[in-house]
């Protein structure tokens, strides 16, 4: 049986509403804070997923030197694959831009964040305690409790060597 087909396309004009709401469902907004740092996701350059045709899956980065980080990525259609093709192609992007290092930071209690990206070749490479009660002053729509009831404290850093 073959699946649905599945297309990676750069994130344009045309799937800003739907990127925009997107982010406001899974962040609350379309600011992310990571290690202190506020990013625009709209600014930014993204990937995004198309099942038969409807965007289903986007990933935003941003290259700094020979590091891309990956500030956001969301998939509205679980299991199917699409995090994964995302990863996939944000990584060879940053190959393509002469980066040696692909990261993130996920929050302490995104459980199933960690085992993702682990099982996709990342390593866990720095834990920053408190550092999300510090973003929450500068982003207040950040819960306070996240996934599984567990308080939202910490980022957690994950690096894959390109
Ligand atoms: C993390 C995320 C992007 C993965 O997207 P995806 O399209 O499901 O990715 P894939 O289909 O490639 O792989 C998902 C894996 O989770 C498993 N999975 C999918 N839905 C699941 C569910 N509801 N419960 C448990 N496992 C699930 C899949 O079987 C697959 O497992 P594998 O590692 O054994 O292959 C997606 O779950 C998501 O949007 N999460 C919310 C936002 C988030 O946490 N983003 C990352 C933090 S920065």
Redesign the pocket.
Known sequence: MTGPVVEIVPLTEQHFPWARQLWEE?WGSDRVVSRGKVYHLADLPGLV?LVAGEP??L?VYCVEGDACE??????????????????EAAAERARQAGCRRLW????ND?M??L???Q??GFRLSALYPGAVDRARQIKPEIPLTG?DGIPIHDEIELALDL
């Not at 969301?74 to 990863?87: K, V, Y």
């Not at 993130?104 to 929050?107: A, E, G």
């Open positions: 899974a997923a289903s899956g990933l990956i500030t956001s990525l969301n998939s509205t259609r679980e299991g199917l694959g699409l995090g994964s093709r995302l990863l993130l930071v996920t929050t995104n199933h964040a085992r993702f990206y099982r996709r996934l």
